[in-house]
């Protein structure tokens, strides 16, 4: 083969088309050059061979046609010897010609063009691509009667926990297979959560012979808050406060994806009370979630001989014990 694109992609030859996905994203993002800084060339030179292997083998067709033939498609010219493979009609037959290969000594003859199509096809011969659609378009794209639609291009894309929950327009730089880089702007839906991917007609790899053009495959990785946290459609997040506010009780205010918001803290809270506000979790196509608000009381550091005996007094006769649940079994 003249690319082994398995090996490329570090897979082996029985690879389901889930796992060449799956290994192309991670090989992706690890050789992407702006993930490469130190060895921008050679993560470019990386990166292009990772997509070229997933431009073919990611498609179950073109994939057929290099298992086939150890070529991919686009390396296959069009009939009167143009590529690796070429074929000729022109026999005292109308129709009739061979399919021959410049790689190797194989020849293969056929009465006429269906029988050609049959083998691109598997029609009767056991061996064939078994798709007669794909066939037809591999042959008429190589003689240059048929648009081909380009191959889609995947690409990784690290956003912001808060552009994740809002939603927005993000500017980011995407390379071609042939190294050149293009600036675009996406749009990020509002509650997009890590892995979704974002579909962008059109911006994929380029068609031949006047076809359409593939589409862009935006893999969204989204960074992790330092205080905020999701599950599902809510998020979490613990509030410190003080000892005061905790016995007193007190109206704070909070951020929430909605803008500061007071939340009222009940006399007597301790560490771990949960307070619930509705609506300000996460809102998507999916629904609106919650925010849940931990209380994180805080101790002074420091304190005066008049707040040590005050507080000696109120907590010399507890009400009741308060490790009273603590047990092994």
Not at 146 to 173: C, N, Q, W, Y
Request: charged share 25%; hydrophobic share 30%; glycine share 12%.
């Amino acid at each position: 083969m003249s690319n082994d694109y398995y090996k490329t992609l570090e897979i082996p030859k029985t690879a389901t088309q889930e796992e060449i996905q799956k290994a192309y994203r991670k090989l992706a993002r690890k050789h992407h050059p702006d993930m490469n800084q130190n060895d921008p060339k050679g993560a470019k030179e990386k990166f292009q061979k990772i997509q070229e292997a997933f431009d073919i083998l990611g498609n179950p067709d073109k994939r057929k046609i290099y298992d086939q033939f150890g070529v991919s498609p686009d390396q296959m010219g069009s009939g009167g010897g143009q590529g690796p493979f070429q074929w000729s009609f022109g026999g005292n037959t109308p129709g009739s010609g061979a399919f021959r290969s410049n790689t190797n000594s194989s020849h293969f003859s056929f009465d006429n063009l269906d029988d050609l199509i049959k083998m691109f096809s598997g029609g009767g011969s056991g061996n064939g691509f078994g798709n007669n659609q794909a066939a037809d378009e591999f042959f008429h794209a190589g003689s240059g009667r048929r648009a081909v639609r380009g191959s889609d291009l995947e690409h990784p894309l690290t956003i912001s926990f808060a552009l994740a929950i809002e939603g927005g327009k993000i500017d980011m730089k995407i390379r071609r297979p042939n190294g050149k880089s293009e600036n675009i702007t996406v749009t990020i839906p509002a509650g997009i959560s890590e892995g979704k991917k974002i579909r962008l007609n059109g911006l994929g790899n380029s068609g031949q012979n006047g076809g359409k053009a593939g589409n862009l495959l935006i893999t969204v990785h989204v960074e992790e808050h330092p205080l905020f946290k999701r599950k599902d459609q809510h998020l979490y997040v613990k509030i410190p406060v003080t000892l005061k506010e905790a016995v007193f009780g007190a109206k704070i205010d909070i951020p929430t994806p909605k803008g500061n918001v007071t939340l009222t803290i009940p006399t007597g809270s301790s560490s771990d009370t949960k307070l619930r506000v509705r609506g300000c979790g996460v809102v998507s196509k999916e629904g609106i979630g919650d925010l849940f608000a931990e209380l994180l009381v805080i101790l002074p550091k420091k304190w005066t001989l008049a707040e040590k005996e005050m507080l000696q007094k109120i907590t010399s006769e507890p009400t009741e014990p308060v490790r009273k649940e603590l047990r092994w079994k």
